[in-house]
């Protein structure tokens, strides 16, 4: 079993990732690992600031000036909590990481993806997921579950102007580009369905990284 694995979560807003962050940790917990889970922005003190300028603030920003600050929260992350706990032989299992900005301010946004992954290089200094899942469901489907949940946890990606159901699709769209052009990185995963059928096909995306592990086919706890 590798020592290095590092798991990404992605998606469009509403598919459930935070969910199957928690629950994929604890099934790998559950045979013995470390496990370490983080989000994109946040996981660190200087992370958790840039998160509320970026999620929470009501103003408007340039997709270039998001795309800066992501980077900036990703360096900390990278630097504080990602690589340290790779070393040590943990797993991370990070809710988004740089491909979310492709996504949205490349994709979405209209950034050329060039000076995106510029501007990840210099942050993560080339630091890659061993697997990404992107966890895919319908723009309308995705919003309408964010939408129906705590109006506290709306970000303005979901009730600003800027970001609108066209927008959205750009953003699915751009993922499903993303994992068609590296499949041996991505697993692409129906997010539509019952969490707990979701868990087994999130799980179903990452086991062979466990395969030497005995209960690696086994069920949660």
Known sequence: MRADIFITLEGPDGAGKSSQQGLLVNRVRGFGREVVATREPGGTELGERIRGVLLQSSESHDPIVDAILFNAARRALVGEVIRPSLARGEVVVCDRFSDST????????????????????????????????????????????????????????????????????????????????????????????????????????????????????????
């Open 102 to 221: 492709l996504a949205y301010q490349g994709h979405g946004g209209g950034v050329p993806l060039a000076i995106l992954r510029s501007l990840a290089e210099v942050a993560t200094e080339g630091l890659r997921p061993t697997r990404t899942v992107l966890l895919d469901l319908p723009v309308e489907y995705g919003m309408a579950r964010r939408r129906g949940g705590p109006e506290a946890e709306l970000t303005r990606f979901e009730t600003s102007a800027d970001h609108d159901l066209t927008f959205h699709e750009r953003v699915r769209e751009g993922y499903l580009e993303m994992a068609a052009a590296e499949p041996e990185r991505w697993r692409v995963v129906d997010g539509s369905a019952s969490a707990e059928e979701v868990a087994e096909r999130v799980w179903a995306a990452v086991s062979d990284l466990f395969a030497d592990h005995p209960r690696e086919l086994g069920s949660n706890g």
